[in-house]
């Protein structure tokens, strides 16, 4: 069960945890922000605001710092995943190589993560 809906997800993770069924967590490393599901999250997808904001302040002291929409992704850290914590669950073996190969390929550009026309709306 993946509930991307940070905080608010929490009580997915909670009947993930109670159903058995495992999770992942969202926006920061889930298993140390939300212990009460720690039981079931194997990882957590991960916003790194820290980076975000250091790489702001830093092209903005730099001078540097252009107005408009700055996105921050895996190209330049600003996402990623965290480590797997919970040894009580036994993933595939080839799991981590997977999402290592993922977001090497987010890194380079190589993956589409968003298919065409991902996000509109056709309004009928």
Do not use: R
């Not at 997808?45 to 002291?61: D, G, P, R, W, Y």
Request: glycine residues 12%; proline residues 4%; charged residues 15%.
């Amino acid at each position: 069960l993946f509930p991307v809906a940070g905080g608010t997800g929490n009580a997915a993770l909670d009947a993930a945890c109670t159903a058995n069924i495992l999770a992942i967590g969202v926006d920061v490393d889930q298993y140390l922000s939300y212990p009460t599901a720690d039981k079931c999250i194997v990882t957590s997808a991960e916003k790194h605001l820290s980076s975000a904001v250091n790489q702001t302040i830093k092209a903005i002291a730099g001078g540097t710092a252009k107005g408009g929409v700055k996105t921050f992704d895996a190209a330049n850290e600003g996402i990623g995943i965290s480590p797997f914590h919970n040894t009580n669950v036994t993933l595939p073996a080839d799991v981590q190589g997977k999402l290592d190969a993922a977001l090497a390929a987010m890194k380079a550009g190589t993956l589409t993560t968003c298919p065409a026309k991902c996000g509109t709306w056709s309004g009928q």
